[in-house]
């Protein structure tokens, strides 16, 4: 998080001559502060609650769900539909998949996009005074709400496939380690109480196994 809020807004500074016609720079660095806060708040936290996996996972959701929260308002302060930041919702569900596992990333996609397409909705009846292009029509809209949900569902989708496989194949290769390590024992045990002396060669004649006889 911190990271990306600093390549964000590093690169905001960066082009300021060509941002700041779009958005007004005191609110984007507004959200600089705003961002970089839960960040160093959650920081001094992590050494403090229970390494119960329970707490621990709440503790992840709370972070995530503040996130989506975060990139809505900023979304909100920077034109709505016409923001340049509703990419940012695809990150956090990148990032509760991987946190949170499926569920997790599911449950970010359907908060975040609930959440844009009511702010969206909101702004085209004018019930929340944010203005945008008069030449967008209602099918603009729909259209981009569509996009946006579709495109968090897919991303809640693929990085809970690849976080699912990628912990099954951990477990399985813990699995054939510990395996491996029971007949590495059974070896070992066999092979010290043969009463013969015993050793073993590999294919260039080095002893690579033998016994105390």
């Given at each position: 998080r911190l990271l990306f809020i600093t390549l964000l807004f590093g690169s905001i500074s960066f082009f300021d001559l060509q941002i700041k016609q779009f958005y007004r720079m005191h609110i984007l660095y507004l959200f600089l502060l705003i961002f970089y806060s839960p960040s160093v708040i959650y920081i001094f936290l992590l050494s403090r609650i229970s390494d119960n996996i329970t707490t621990q996972r709440?503790?992840?959701?709370?972070?995530?769900?503040?996130?989506?929260?975060?990139?809505?308002l900023l979304i909100i302060l920077t034109g709505g539909i016409e923001s340049w930041f509703s990419f940012l919702l695809i990150l956090v569900t990148l990032a509760g998949s991987i946190v949170l596992g499926k569920r997790g990333g599911y449950l970010l996609a359907t908060l975040g996009g609930i959440l844009y397409g009511l702010t969206v909705d909101l702004q085209f009846y004018k019930i929340i005074p944010i203005h945008f292009n008069p030449a967008l029509e209602v099918k603009d809209f729909f259209y981009n709400i569509f996009i946006n949900i579709t495109g968090l569902y897919l991303t809640a989708y693929l990085m809970g496939y690849l976080v699912s496989r990628l912990e099954k194949t951990s477990e399985s290769l813990q699995e054939k380690d510990v395996d491996l390590r029971e007949l590495s024992r059974f070896h070992v045990e066999v092979i010290e109480n043969v009463p013969s002396g015993l050793f073993t060669l590999d294919a260039f004649g080095k002893i690579i196994l033998?016994?105390?006889a």
């Open positions: 709440l503790f992840a959701y709370i972070q995530l769900i503040i996130d989506v929260l975060s990139v809505i033998f016994n105390r």
